[in-house]
């Protein structure tokens, strides 16, 4: 794994750790008398060992960054932060830490290197999505366009330091779960609010692993899914030959006419004999048979550099099918078709900004830079190129600009 798979690990893990904050020991109370019958998975440890877990796996992934990065104020932090989540403070003082010390990380690695910063934003907020969304207002919450566009461009800006086809691949399948849920308005259908919570839990796992290279996506695809990858290259082949001929087809039946002319006139006025025929039709075939070379040439160029994006583009279809835990049963074709949504939702533009009321017209607009109450000027925009109002836990980022906001009275003289 490399920095950016560490950051991305790291800020998924304490998402998990800020939302469900539980003391990492436990009490001898709590232990039982009687073992089990066989040894527990990590869905059946207990609260505190589960958050154990989480600050150990925190902790080798703070301690791998730590080898390419100078961080020991954020080691410090980390020793805190493990303190207090063995020891028995409540879980607002346990968040509190949990947030100081994820703060002081995010610093750090954005100091360090932009893209570890924003790989610990885009893990952090993959969490979120995964484990806020409880009722239908939270998954078209979590799944908002403007929201996801933020994921979307980080994936893209990450998508060399990711496996490959890892971005690409859990891109599409967040793409299928927009789509969906834009759709049924995130409600489940009638008695499978659990089974969709469930699959989305399962599905933000595997979104997990396939990024942070703990399962490689071309790993997911089985023979049945390279042929349907090839069935589906073939037909965009044959596409494109088509529009090839019917976007040059005055050529090609002027050529054909041409062709068939002289062969009509060569068999009509020809002096007798079949040799002599024969020849003139060679000599003029050998003269037309430049013109159709050219275009077999020009086609063959077109197909063969079209040849490799098009595999790679029905690859990366058949890897988001497999990658995808769906909301309920979908096939090949159906997926397809939410990924199209979803990309016609993303690129959809924002409603016009609305009017003001005759007082607010009337009133000075406070500007983006205006003097704020100590004398000094926000600034315009951040200077590492992420989006403008970055998302938390319980805030996430407004529309672009262009989508009306609220009003924001002009200050007093």
Do not use: C
Not at 57 to 75: R, W
Not at 106 to 113: K, N, V
Not at 245 to 250: E, G, K, N, Q, V
Request: avoid cysteine.
């Amino acid at each position: 794994m490399n920095a950016v798979q560490y950051s991305f690990r790291l800020g998924w893990r304490f998402a998990q750790l800020y939302h469900d904050p539980h003391r990492a020991s436990e009490d001898a109370s709590d232990s039982t008398a009687r073992p089990p019958v066989h040894l527990p998975g990590v869905s059946e440890l207990s609260a505190s060992e589960r958050t154990a877990l989480l600050l150990g796996e925190i902790t080798h992934d703070v301690d791998s960054l730590s080898d390419t990065y100078s961080m020991p104020a954020v080691k410090t932090s980390m020793t805190t932060m493990s303190g207090v989540m063995t020891g028995t403070i409540d879980r607002a003082g346990k968040q509190t830490q949990i947030l100081a010390t994820y703060t002081l990380l995010r610093l750090s690695l954005g100091a360090a290197d932009a893209h570890s910063g924003t790989a610990l934003d885009l893990g952090r907020m993959l969490a979120d999505t995964v484990l806020l969304a409880t009722e239908p207002a939270d998954y078209v919450r979590e799944f908002g366009q403007y929201r996801l566009a933020n994921s979307y461009g980080w994936l893209e800006d990450l998508h060399t330091s990711f496996p490959t086809h890892a971005a690409d691949t859990v891109k599409g399948s967040m793409q299928v779960w927009q789509a969906w849920i834009h759709d049924h308005n995130g409600t489940a259908p009638a008695g499978q609010a659990e089974h969709l919570k469930r699959a989305l839990d399962l599905q933000g796992e595997r979104w997990r692993r396939i990024l942070s290279g703990e399962i490689l996506a071309d790993d997911l695809l089985s023979a049945d899914d390279y042929r349907a990858a090839a069935a589906d290259l073939f037909s965009r082949l044959r596409g494109l030959a088509g529009s090839f001929a019917r976007r040059f087809w005055p050529v090609i039946g002027i050529i054909s006419a041409a062709t068939g002319a002289i062969i009509w006139a060569i068999v009509t006025f020809a002096a007798a004999g079949v040799t002599t025929i024969v020849a003139l039709i060679a000599t003029a075939a050998g003269s037309l048979g430049v013109s159709w070379k050219t275009i077999g040439a020009t086609l063959g160029k077109v197909a063969s550099k079209a040849e490799g994006p098009l595999w790679d583009a029905e690859l990366i279809e058949s890897l988001v099918i497999a990658a995808t835990i769906p909301p309920q049963e979908m096939n090949r074709k159906s997926m397809s078709a939410m990924r199209k949504k979803a990309d016609s939702l993303t690129l959809e533009p924002a409603p016009p900004p609305a009017a003001l009321p005759a007082s607010a017209q009337s009133a000075p607009a406070q500007s983006a830079s205006a003097p704020s109450a100590s004398g000094e000027s926000a600034p315009a925009g951040p200077a590492s190129g992420e989006p403008a109002a970055p998302e938390t836990a319980t805030t996430e980022p407004g529309p672009p600009a262009g989508q009306p906001g609220p009003a924001v009275p002009a200050a007093a003289d």
